[in-house]
C-alpha cells in the first residue's frame, strides 16, 4: 500500500482543515487507518483509527470532540476534518496503514506510512 497525504497548510487558531489520504492498492479496505502527527522537537503520536469496516473510530484525547476520521473504501481514502485548531495542533501530519486491527493507537502496529502534510496553526 502506497499512501499520500495532502490537505496541509496554514490556519489561524479557531479555523479548520481538512486533511486527505490517498491510497494505491486493491485491498486498501482490509486495513485500518490512522493519522499520526509529529510536532517539532516531540515524538510521533496518535491522533485518530477507523477500523477496516468503518464505524468505530478512535481519537486521542487531545482531538476528541474537534477531529473526525473517515474513509471511503471505494475511492481509497482517509481523511480528517479538524476543527477548533489550536496552535498546539501544528505539526507534520501522517496517514497509515496497519494491517492487524489491534493496538491500533501504538505506531509499531502501523505497516505503511505515508511522506507527512504540514500543519500549522498561528495566533
Known amino acids: 500500500v502506497q499512501l499520500q497525504a495532502f490537505g496541509g497548510g496554514l490556519v489561524q487558531a479557531g479555523g479548520s482543515l481538512r486533511l486527505s489520504c490517498a491510497a494505491s492498492?486493491?485491498?486498501?479496505?482490509?486495513?485500518?487507518m490512522a493519522w499520526f502527527r509529529q510536532a517539532p522537537g516531540k515524538g510521533r503520536e496518535f491522533v485518530a483509527a477507523?477500523?477496516?469496516?468503518?464505524?468505530?473510530?478512535y481519537y486521542a484525547d487531545s482531538v476528541k470532540g474537534r477531529s473526525t476520521i473517515s474513509r471511503d473504501n471505494a475511492k481509497n481514502t482517509v481523511t480528517l476534518q479538524m476543527n477548533s485548531l489550536k496552535i498546539e495542533d501544528t505539526a507534520v501530519y501522517y496517514c497509515?496503514?496497519?494491517?492487524?486491527?489491534?493496538?491500533?493507537?501504538?505506531?509499531?502496529?502501523?505497516?505503511?506510512w505515508g511522506q507527512g502534510t504540514l500543519v500549522t496553526v498561528s495566533s
Open positions: 497509515a496503514a496497519a494491517a492487524a486491527p489491534i493496538m491500533i493507537a501504538v505506531r509499531g502496529v502501523y505497516n505503511y
Open positions: 492498492g486493491r485491498t486498501f479496505s482490509r486495513y485500518v
Open positions: 477507523m477500523p477496516r469496516s468503518g464505524g468505530s473510530t
